[in-house]
């Protein structure tokens, strides 16, 4: 959710840490993910959302070519492109012509693809179910820390949308800790698996996690796969909107806008919208 520019934003790209020196407490950034169209969109903008995800991986029911996010106006959303094994070079291309800000890595990537797009401009996923402990989690989170702007952490052992919060039947990491992984990132950090109206409320304090940012939601706020449901979405919000995290770090309103900014290519308007090209 928008929230107002502040300490946090000055406390560099890994967010605070509970106690002394702690960042301040914000709204979380909310992202809805698996948009398809102008009227969602616009919907999220409308209820408080600061991040719009759109997917590009065609074996997802939520997926859509760069052609047709192009046409989607988002209104002042930040744009997130969610990107399954293509590498560097398809991930500029696809970002120019979709008019994206973030490249959600979301398996098949490297290091080298971070880099070669633009580590401020980039999102990587990771599956705490995967590891056996947390240590191995806290090992592949070093490797890629230097080299992205935010990670997100979602549950299952790869893709997304399962529809289940993280370590809800599954193992590894997240089982044994809870979500005290969070506080591994050492970046700012967005929440994914399931989340919904029925979910946030029952999330650990998300203010005692220091690199927690916001949320990440898809499947949780559809009424099937890929159709989002506009009164899921204004109640996750709200649930949301109730909620403070201390890890946004840049991510405040004022660094968003930098992000939006950052990105805007060749037939976007101020409002995210299309030219009259």
Do not use: Y
């Amino acid at each position: 959710m928008r929230g107002s520019p502040g300490a946090a934003g000055a406390a560099g790209g890994d967010g605070g840490a509970p106690g002394k020196g702690a960042a301040e407490l914000l709204p979380p950034l909310v992202k809805f993910c698996g948009l398809r169209g102008s009227t969602d969109a616009l919907r999220a903008e409308a209820l408080g959302a600061d991040l719009a995800g759109f997917i590009f991986h065609p074996g997802s029911p939520r997926a859509v070519a760069p052609s047709e996010a192009a046409r989607v106006d988002s209104g002042r959303l930040v744009r997130v492109g969610v990107f399954v094994g293509q590498g560097a070079s398809e991930i500029l291309e696809t970002m120019e012509e979709a008019r994206l800000d973030l490249a959600q890595f979301h398996g098949g990537q490297t290091l080298s693809d971070a880099l070669a797009v633009g580590p401020e401009r980039v999102v990587r996923v990771f599956w705490p179910e995967r590891h056996p402990a947390a240590g191995s989690l806290a090992d592949e989170l070093s490797a890629w820390r230097d080299a992205v702007a935010m990670f997100l952490f979602d549950a299952g052992l790869s893709g997304g949308g399962h529809g289940r919060p993280l370590g809800a039947g599954g193992g590894g990491a997240s089982a044994a800790t809870g979500l005290r992984f969070l506080d591994l990132a050492g970046r700012p950090s967005l929440l994914a698996g399931g989340l919904g109206p029925g979910t946030l409320g029952r999330l650990p304090d998300p203010g005692s996690f220091r690199h927690l940012a916001g949320f990440d939601m898809n499947s949780g706020v559809e009424s099937s796969p890929g159709v989002k449901d506009h009164a899921l979405m204004a109640e996750a919000a709200s649930a949301a909107g109730a909620l403070r995290v201390r890890g946004r770090g840049r991510f405040t309103r004022e660094g968003l806008a930098a992000v939006r900014n950052s990105g805007k290519g060749p037939g976007r308007d101020a409002r995210g919208g299309r030219d009259a090209m």
